[in-house]
C-alpha cells in the first residue's frame, strides 16, 4: 500500500508532470528544429524520445486511466490504423520496404503516447513552444544586425551557416519553420493565462504577421488566421449558433471569391517582382509557373487526376508509400532514412490519406480530426484560458497540414492531436466524477 501510494504521488506531482511534458514538446520539434542541426539533431531526438519513454512509462497507470475515456475515438484510431495496414497489404507489400509501415505505426504511437502525456501539463508545453520561437528571433535579429536584411536576394539566407549537403536542402524551408514557430509561440502566449500577457500578444500579433508575410511563411500565416478565427468563432458559438453559423458561411463565400479573385488576378499579372521575398509576389509567381512539377498546385493536380481515373483504388487507396513511387523517384524507407522518396508526397494531409489508404481511410481520418473541435464546442466555456489555447495549437496544426502535411512523416499533426484528446479524456473524467449529490452511476461524460 506504501508503494501504490509513492506511485500516486509521483504520477500527480506537477514538477514531474511538466519535467515530461517539456521533453516530449522537445522530442518532437527535434528533427524540425534547424538549430539542433549544429550540434546533432538525431541524437537529441533520440536521447528526448528515450527519456521521454521512461517518464511516460513511469506514469503509464494515469495515462491509462485517462484514455478509458476515450473508448469512442479509440476505436476510431485503430480502425484508421488497420485501414493503414490493409492498404500496405494489399496495393504497398512488393514495392514499398515494411519498415516504411513498421516506422508510421511505431512513430505515430510514440507521438501520440507523448501528446497524451503532455496534456497534463499545458503551460510546460507552451515555455518550450516560447522559447523555440524566442531562439529562432535572437539569431534573426543578430543575423539582421551583422548582415542585413536577411531576404535580401529575394531568398532566405542560410543564418544559421549550416553547411552540411542533408541539412542544406531543408534549408529551402526554413522560412516556413521559423513562420511556423512563431504562429505556435503566439497562440502558446495566449493560453498562459494572465490577461496582461494576452493583451500583450495580441497587441504583438500583427507585427509576428508582417514579419511573417516578409519572409514569406505563407504555411504560418494562413494556419495562425485559422486558429486565431477558430477562438474567436467558438466565443461567438457559446452565445448564438445563429450568428456563429451565419459568421462561417459569409467567411466560406468570402474565402471562395478572394481566392477566385486571386487567382485570376495573379495568371494576368506579368509585372510581379522576379526576386521579391514576400508572401503575395511568391504565390503569384508559383501560380504562373505551372509547368514547374515540384510546385503545389501541379502537384495537388496530378494527385486527384490519378485518383479521379483510378476508381479500383477508391476504397484502400494505392497502398501506403505509393505516392513517390508512382511519381517516379521511388519508395520511401524507414522514417529516419530520408531516401529521396521521403521527400516526395501530395503537400496536403487528407489528399495524402485519401491517395494512399483510400475513402476508407479519409473517411475515418475525416472523424478522427473533426472529433476534438466538435468535442470543444461542447463545453468551450469551461475550459481555462490553456486549454483553450491547446485547441487553437491542434486547429493551427491541421491547417497547416492542409498546406504541407505529410501522413507519414508530420510527427507534430499526431502531438496535438493527443493533447486535445488528452484535454477532452480529463474533462470527461471530471464530468464522470461523483458528487455528493448524484451517485456515480448517474454522472454522464457528454464531451
Known sequence: MRLKEIYLALANNSRIQAATAGVVTIATFAKSFVPFYLIG?????????????????????????????????????????????????VNSIHRVPPTHLIGILLFHGLFLAFGFAAARSLKAVFAMLLVQALIYMIVVAQYTARFGDLMAGGY??????????????????????????????????????????????????????????????????????????????????????????????????IAVIATAGFYNFAVKDRAVDAIAPDAVSR??????????????????????????????????????GSFPIDEGVGPPDWLLRKTEGAKHYPHNIHLDVLYESGLAGLLLFGILTLFPIVGSLRHWTEFSSAEKSAFALYVFDLASMQLSGAFAFDYGFQFFLAIVLGVIAARRKQLAAPTKFAPISCAKASV
Open 283 to 320: 504565390t503569384i509567381r508559383e501560380i504562373q509557373r505551372q509547368d514547374d512539377p515540384d510546385l503545389r498546385l501541379p502537384i495537388w493536380e496530378r494527385t486527384w487526376h490519378r485518383i479521379v481515373t483510378e476508381p479500383n483504388h477508391l476504397l484502400l487507396g494505392h497502398g501506403i
Open 41 to 89: 539533431s538525431t541524437p537529441i531526438f533520440v536521447a528526448a524520445c528515450l527519456l521521454g519513454l521512461v517518464l511516460v512509462a513511469a506514469n503509464r497507470r494515469a495515462l491509462f486511466e485517462d484514455a478509458g475515456y476515450l473508448r469512442d475515438i479509440l476505436v476510431v484510431m485503430s480502425l484508421l490504423y488497420a485501414i493503414v495496414i490493409a492498404s500496405f497489404l
Open 156 to 253: 532566405l539566407h542560410n543564418i544559421f551557416g549550416v553547411e552540411e549537403s542533408s541539412v542544406y536542402s531543408f534549408m529551402a524551408t526554413f522560412h516556413q519553420q521559423i513562420g511556423i514557430s512563431l504562429g505556435l509561440a503566439v497562440l502558446a502566449a495566449l493560453g498562459l493565462g494572465t490577461k496582461r500577457i494576452q493583451i500583450s500578444t495580441l497587441v504583438a500579433s500583427p507585427l509576428v504577421v508582417l514579419f511573417m508575410f516578409h519572409i514569406a511563411a505563407r504555411t504560418g500565416i494562413a494556419a495562425l488566421s485559422c486558429a486565431l478565427l477558430f477562438w474567436a468563432w467558438a466565443n461567438l458559438w457559446v452565445r448564438s449558433r445563429q450568428a456563429a453559423l451565419l459568421s462561417a458561411a459569409i467567411l466560406v463565400l
